[in-house]
Structure formats: C-alpha cells, structure tokens
C-alpha cells in the first residue's frame, strides 16, 4: 500500500506465485514512477517479505519485534492500540450506505458476474496448488 501496487504483482496468477516464491522485491525507481521510499520503508518490507519464515520479521517476538522497527518510529502503538491517534485522512462521505465515491471508478464500474471465479475453474486448481507451499503464511 506504500506505493499503491503489491511487490509480486503479474496478471498471471502462476507468474506472480513465482515471483513470491524466488525472486527478490524490487522497488519502483523513485525518479522514473515517482514514488519516493524511505529507507525504513524499504527496510520493514524487505524484512516482512523474508522468503524464510524463521528470519522473517516478527517470527521470533511477533508484533513486539514488528513495533519495534525503525519505520514505526514516530507512531506512538499505545495511542493507536487505544484509538487515541487522529486518523491523517478521513474521507468525506455522503449518508447513503452506498457510497463508493472514494472508490475508483475501475472497480465500482465492473459488475459482480465479470469477477465471480465458478469453482470448478481451472485457475483455482492453481490456486490451490500453491496454497500448500504458502501455508506457513498464517503462522
């Protein structure tokens, strides 16, 4: 959400489980797209995104460790734990429970049919297949 697009993204799902499996984060070139990162950003993703799960940020203290990270360094987590901090954007909303006006219009315009995936579809055999490789995720 740093940069508005996920690290491994490719519109073929077998390419982008891939690129989680083997191949490192890149950055986006902060001149070419225009979106600076600071070091502790790049940092804390590099370390979250560890390919082994026993080195990978958090897996020895959980969120203790993950807080304690340099990029967490000016939120005061006692303040947001108790809901204490002032959000830095609060969209403007309507009071129709329908709102979808902060939304983009790409996703509000497509209808549910064109994203439906019917479950005997072969590309959620793939998914499954490399659901295995990914299931230590959760833990």
């Not at 390419?15 to 083997?22: F, P, S, V």
């Not at 799960?53 to 947001?80: C, N, T, Y």
């Amino acid at each position: 959400m740093i940069v508005g697009f996920p690290p491994f993204y490719h519109k073929n799902q077998r390419t982008m489980y891939d690129l989680i499996e083997k191949f490192p984060v890149k950055f986006p070139d902060p001149v070419k797209h225009g979106i600076p990162m600071s070091d502790e950003a790049k940092d804390i993703i590099l370390q979250l995104l560890e390919k082994d799960p026993a080195k990978r940020l958090g897996s020895e203290k959980g969120i203790e460790e993950i807080v304690k990270h340099d990029w967490f360094q000016d939120v005061d987590i006692d303040m947001l734990l108790n809901k204490e901090l002032e959000a830095p954007y609060i969209p403007k909303l309507s009071d129709d429970l329908t709102d979808v006006s902060c939304f983009d219009k790409e996703f509000t315009s497509t209808s549910l049919e064109e994203t439906f995936v019917p479950k005997g579809d072969v590309s959620m055999k793939n998914v499954e297949k490399y659901n295995k490789k990914f299931s230590d995720f959760d833990s």
